[in-house]
């Protein structure tokens, strides 16, 4: 395992962070390409769109259907009438309190990745930039923590915060969060402050800065996408989480959508519009994040994704 | 010594993050399975292995277990072929690329709690959309549609189409990306010496992939055998065991029978055949090293 023995050069020629342009070299140009075959790619592209879009297209029309028509016995492709105001009433539909739900994973979400910028920047930046004792042990252990999730250690964690009273609370599931994805974000700037070489470092240092503003004003603007990246991937998958969620947070109004939304299966009368209506809030704006950070997404290639 | 103490203030908030909600909860899962748990929670005593016993000698357990490895090979297998040639298609040049690769991210970004539920509503006999779509086109000759969702084998099937669905995204960028290593005179060199587009893609373009495929399986196995929501939505309303893997048996130990000692043995199991398979996999195929 070359990558815990020299992560700095590993992880460097995987996720490549500062030669995007290196990426560009081979130009795709479609001048050179056959009618035949080119009108085949277009085929097969809108295949794959259609194909990928089709839940949530089902998803958006099926929220702004009334709740007679979605659940009609003669199902409609499209909505009939577009009820808009759909959006107003689901936050008080019985099954769960949607709105408490939706700050719950607002904050959750937004205190996880605050906390995993504060804990792994640091980190990653010193394991960069400097050799130390217990460096590899470091690395080694973040690098296992990418292998173990938090499905498989929720009845530890369901015991563990009983004992120390923070079952059921938000400060659970940030921590849980952000434990859990610490390791790409430990990862992921890593290999972004490995890149820069130390040469800039050494002559800030020489002006005189120390390590602290050599970090905050030498290398942050430098490493500045691999945070966002690191941000963008810590809340879309603290947005996401369910298994966790779903044992740690017991009360309804604490609960994020994720666990919340299992709650309409199974009714005697799903309110299959609300579903949809709240899953559209839901996955619009991490939809635009992942779309902001596209051209880095392959920067999970050594530490994970999402799912 | 004195240069990790100077370290100390850098990497010791992560170190305690890591120590204190995934190292000790692991520890904590340990000790817990050779505990008798009450279902109010109080510690009645040490039992050995006696949790284990309970859990591997449930008469569903080693249909749960071999279903778990269906579950794992079929889904990761399938989302491998899938996403090489999704990758193949998206590294070519067409109008309107830009488009398509932003589509494949959705359920990428998206809950995939919230994918399944669609998916789950199109299943439904009489008003789904899916079965709607079946009977149209002639597939189902029952006008109500079929109950899906209500039979463990047919859900866990579209659970596992599922699935792959939500797996697809990562695993294609990730060839993208080995893709986009592959050096173009390779590849025109064996144009020249007359290979044809599919020879050229499986000799000399797929050796190449080698690094990014092996490391997009292995995620790939350590997230798939993780996976509840999409069996848990699928599949949880189904009564009995006959559509469950692993994780979703760990969880309805937790949550239905309240039973966190056999949960904890089961977990603990789950815990050990992950590293097992990860150790393995590390040894034999070595995905880290050509990344």
Redesign the interface.
């Known amino acids: 395992?070359?990558?815990?023995t020299d992560p700095g050069t590993?992880s460097r020629?995987?996720t490549r962070p500062p030669s995007d342009n290196r990426?560009r070299v081979?130009k795709?140009?479609?001048d050179q390409?056959p009618l035949g075959s080119?009108l085949l790619?277009?085929l097969?592209?809108?295949v794959?769109?259609v194909v990928?879009?089709l839940?949530?297209l089902?998803?958006f029309f099926?929220s702004v259907k009334t709740k007679a028509e979605?659940?009609?016995?003669?199902?409609t492709?499209f909505p009939t009438e577009w009820h808009w105001d759909n959006y107003v009433t689901m936050w008080s539909t019985p099954e769960t309190p949607l709105a408490q739900n939706l700050i719950s994973t607002l904050v959750i979400s937004l205190c996880a990745t605050l906390?995993v910028l504060?804990?792994?920047l640091?980190?990653a930046?010193?394991?960069a930039r400097?050799?130390?004792?217990?460096?590899l042990f470091?690395l080694f252990?973040?690098i296992v923590?990418q292998?173990?999730?938090p499905?498989?250690?929720?009845?530890?964690?369901?015991?563990?915060f009983?004992a120390i009273g923070i079952l059921d609370t938000w400060v659970a599931m940030i921590?849980?969060n952000?434990?859990?994805n610490?390791s790409f974000a430990?990862w992921i700037m890593h290999s972004f402050f490995a890149g820069i070489p130390k040469e800039v470092d050494e002559a800030a240092q020489l002006d005189g800065a120390g390590t602290f503003a050599v970090l905050t004003k030498i290398n942050l603007p430098l490493v500045w996408p691999g945070i966002v990246t690191a941000v963008v991937f810590t809340f879309?998958a603290s947005?996401?989480e369910?298994?966790a969620s779903?044992?740690l947070l017991t009360t309804a109004g604490n609960q994020p959508?994720?666990?919340a939304?299992?709650k309409?299966?199974?009714q005697y009368e799903?309110s299959?519009h609300y579903?949809?209506g709240v899953?559209v809030v839901?996955?619009v704006p991490?939809?635009i994040?992942?779309?902001i950070i596209?051209k880095r997404?392959?920067g999970?290639?050594?530490a994970?994704?999402?799912? | 010594?004195k240069?990790?103490l100077?370290?100390l203030?850098?990497?010791g908030?992560?170190?305690a993050?890591?120590a204190?909600?995934?190292l000790?909860?692991?520890?904590?899962?340990f000790w817990?399975s050779t505990r008798d748990i009450s279902q109010s929670?109080v510690d009645d005593g040490g039992v050995g292995l006696a949790n284990f016993a309970t859990v591997i000698g449930f008469q569903y357990f080693w249909p749960i277990l071999g279903r778990t490895v269906v579950w794992v090979v079929v889904v990761v297998g399938c989302t491998l072929i899938g996403s090489l040639a999704?990758a193949a298609?998206?590294n070519?040049?067409?109008?309107?690329?830009r488009?398509?690769?932003?589509?494949?991210?959705?359920?990428?970004?998206?809950?995939?709690?919230?994918?399944t539920?669609?998916?789950?509503?199109?299943l439904e006999p009489?008003?789904?959309?899916i079965n709607?779509?079946l009977v149209d086109v002639g597939l189902i000759s029952t006008p109500?549609g079929y109950g899906w969702t209500r039979h463990p084998g047919t859900a866990f099937a579209w659970a596992m189409a599922v699935a792959v669905?939500?797996?697809l995204p990562?695993t294609t960028?990730?060839v993208?990306?080995g893709l986009?290593t592959v050096p173009?005179e390779t590849v025109e060199a064996a144009r020249i010496d007359g290979a044809s587009g599919v020879r050229t893609y499986f000799s000399v373009v797929l050796p190449q992939l080698r690094g990014?495929i092996s490391?997009?399986v292995l995620?790939n196995i350590?997230?798939v055998f993780?996976?509840?929501?999409i069996l848990?939505?699928m599949t949880?309303?189904i009564p009995g065991y006959d559509a469950d893997t692993v994780?979703t048996m760990?969880?309805k130990y937790?949550?239905n029978q309240r039973q966190?000692d056999l949960?904890?043995a089961l977990?603990v199991i789950?815990?050990l055949v992950?590293?097992a398979i990860?150790a393995v996999y590390?040894r034999v195929v070595?995905p880290?090293?050509e990344?």
């Open positions: 395992m070359t990558a815990i590993t020629s995987a990426r081979r795709y140009t479609t390409v080119l790619r277009l097969a592209g809108l794959v769109l990928f879009l839940p949530y089902i998803m099926g979605i659940r009609s016995v003669d199902p492709y906390l504060a804990v792994a640091p980190a930046y010193y394991t400097f050799r130390f004792q217990g460096r470091f252990l973040v923590t292998m173990v999730q499905a498989v250690l929720t009845s530890g964690l369901f015991r563990q009983i921590l849980v952000a434990a859990f610490l430990v879309v947005w996401n369910f298994a779903l044992v959508l994720s666990v939304l299992t309409f299966v199974g799903t299959w579903v949809f899953s839901a996955i991490v939809v994040l992942f779309m596209e997404l392959v999970g290639l050594v994970g994704s999402v799912k | 010594m240069d990790l100077k370290a203030p850098w990497i908030p992560a170190v993050l890591i204190a909600v995934v000790f909860p692991v520890g904590l899962m817990n929670g999704l298609l998206l070519k040049a067409f109008p309107g690329r488009l398509v690769r932003m589509a494949v991210i959705v359920p990428w970004a998206s809950s995939v709690v919230m994918t539920l669609v998916v789950h509503y199109g009489y008003f789904g959309i709607s779509f109500e669905f939500v797996s990562f960028y990730t993208l990306a986009q173009g990014a490391v997009a995620i350590i997230n993780n996976s509840l929501p848990r939505v949880g309303s994780m760990i969880f937790m949550q966190i949960a904890s977990s789950a815990f992950v590293i990860v590390v070595r880290l090293e990344v």
